[in-house]
């Protein structure tokens, strides 16, 4: 079989581009041909226009493409092997927690109790996932040492943007109204920044210190009587612990600002740190990352929230409330009124909840324990494992992930981490993530997670080893990879700025009704 050429347009101003390669796929319109399939499909009976007026039967049929249905399988077959998935191979995408997702959670999630209940359904009708959702709660407040925690936002920069709502809220109410910033490391994930100012506050960044942890002078001296709140995620995207929390926690109150934990990287530190007992006063649970459910492929996560005693009466109604007979029951409108309202419809995401509660129930508290010292582990045997071959910048020990740099194989050979990310394509891998935490140059944030095994990350970190090896030996093997995959290096700004995704006939689309 020939490759097939595929024109894609990839943006107006640059014109079409061909992409090359027998993986990837025609489109169904391209393999279609007039007849094939014909008679598979039962046609309508003579009389079935007659109900619908004139005016609105089409003039022209639809240009639906013709196949045969073993053409349409391996369509659709061939296109998901394009596809990258924890299923199909190690992810280490660094800041995403990219674990094995049990797949007892989809039974789960799709029980049919769950997922078919309506949205609206009484309270009397929906017990059993009104449970669901308290006994998460619950769970959730065990692990956080939060009083207090909602369900409702969907993912975690939906959790911080409510989270720093509710500090907005908690500072008006006192009549303390000058305080109008909003303090981040300069390690911080950009929605850190992205929530404060669509919360109306400006962003004061503080640098890190030489150690990769916050720089507490620099913080001392960035509080004052504006600060709102200060976000910080611990472990740091760095991977690194804060060490000094406590210090750091006290001087954040001692401005009189609320301290708010990004909880995304809450996999290092379950059974091992509460952010609630350490005093922090807001956080945000990704339990996408967390506690599993298929992630990355930008479908739905959820982000909850747990607040301190502080917070509790601005929390987003409704909560899921527990009788004193037993049952549940969602609270009532108007019922808290200090509420900041709703920030999602119905119970959030529930589907994804029901995932993390199954993840919870099958772990327990010890088994969430050794969920975090195995995806230490893993961080810290990779670490060590890479050490020779690419500079680890804090090379003290990491948590769940950790940060490496490419910065002298590119003073030595011209080859970049964004090279050495392509290459492992070719290797059979997912890159990590690459320039981010944006303050170490030439970047590569790594993240195992525990359900790996030896023999994985072993395999691993001798792919990335031999590209360091090929960056010597032959630098421009790396620096013109992937050479592996359907399509070489897009153009990426374009492509998410300007995507083109509609399909264009080279002859006209449509072609007269068949009488
Ligand atoms: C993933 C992540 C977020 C954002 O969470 P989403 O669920 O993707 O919205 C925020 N902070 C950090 C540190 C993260 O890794």
């Known amino acids: 079989m020939t490759a097939p050429r595929i024109e894609m347009t990839i943006g107006p101003e640059l014109g079409p581009r061909t992409a090359l390669g027998p993986m990837l796929q025609p489109t169904l319109m391209e393999l279609s041909r007039p007849g094939r399939g014909e008679g598979k499909v039962p ?60 797949k007892i959670n989809e039974w789960a999630a799709r029980l ?117 709140a200060v976000m ?19 001087a954040v109150h001692a401005a009189g600002a609320l301290a708010y934990m990004d909880g995304a990287n809450l996999n290092a530190v379950l059974g091992k740190f509460r952010p609630g007992a350490a005093g922090f006063d807001v956080m945000h649970f990704n339990v996408h990352k967390t506690f599993s459910t298929p992630h990355g492929g930008g479908g739905p996560g959820a982000g909850p929230v747990g607040v301190g005693e502080a917070l509790l009466p601005y929390l987003p109604s409704p909560l899921v409330l527990r009788e004193p007979d037993g049952s549940f029951r969602l609270e009532r409108p108007g019922e808290r009124p200090e509420s900041i ?34 995806a230490v582990l893993a961080a810290n045997y990779l670490k060590s494992r890479l050490g020779g071959a690419y500079e680890i910048p804090f090379d003290r020990p990491c948590k769940h992930e950790f940060v490496a740099t490419a910065r002298p194989l590119k003073e030595a050979t011209g080859v970049r981490t ?13 890159p990590p993530t690459i320039y981010f935490p944006l303050i170490v140059e030439e970047c590569l944030l790594i993240e195992p997670t525990e359900t790996e095994s030896v023999e994985t990350l072993d395999a691993f970190a001798e792919a990335l080893i031999e590209i360091a090896r090929e960056a010597h030996e032959d630098p421009d093997l790396v620096i013109g990879a992937p050479h592996s995959a359907p399509v070489r290096r897009l153009d990426e700004a374009t492509a998410a700025r300007q995507p083109d995704l509609r399909w264009r006939a080279m002859t006209g689309a449509e072609t007269p009704c068949p009488q």
């Not at 639906?64 to 596809?83: D, G, I, M, Q, T």
């Not at 909602?150 to 305080?179: F, K, N, S, W």
């Not at 995932?355 to 010890?366: D, K, L, P």
């Open 418 to 430: 964004l090279d050495v990310a392509k290459r492992l394509i070719d290797k059979g891998y997912h």
């Open 341 to 374: 309202g709703r920030v999602r419809a119905y119970q959030g995401s529930t589907g994804v909840l029901v995932r993390a509660y199954a993840y919870i129930r099958a772990h327990g508290g010890t088994g969430l324990a050794q969920v975090s010292e195995d």
């Open 112 to 228: 049919f109790g769950f997922a078919k209940l309506h949205p609206l359904a009484p309270d009397a009708l929906a017990q059993g996932t009104l449970q669901l959702l308290w006994e998460l709660e619950e769970a959730l407040k065990e692990i956080s040492g939060m009083a207090a925690v909602t369900l409702q936002p969907a993912a975690g920069a939906h959790g911080e943007l409510t989270g720093i709502l509710m500090v907005r809220a908690y500072h008006e109410a006192r009549g303390d109204h000058d305080r109008r910033e909003v303090i981040v490391p300069d390690s911080s994930h950009g929605t850190n920044p992205a929530t404060a100012s669509m919360a109306g506050f400006t962003t004061v960044t503080v640098p890190s210190d030489e150690r990769g942890g916050v720089d507490l002078d620099a913080l001392r001296a960035a509080l004052s009587p504006r600060t709102a």
């Open 43 to 102: 046609h309508p009976p003579a009389d079935a226009l007659e109900d619908i007026p004139v005016e609105h039967r089409r003039a022209m049929p639809p240009a639906l493409p013709e196949l045969n249905e073993a053409e349409v399988v391996r369509h659709f077959v061939n296109l998901s092997h394009l596809n990258y998935s924890i299923d199909s191979g190690f992810y280490p995408l660094g800041s995403c927690t990219m674990k094995f997702n049990p």
């Open 232 to 250: 910080l995620t611990n472990p740091s995207t760095l991977g690194l612990f804060e060490d000094r929390i406590v210090e750091l926690l006290d």
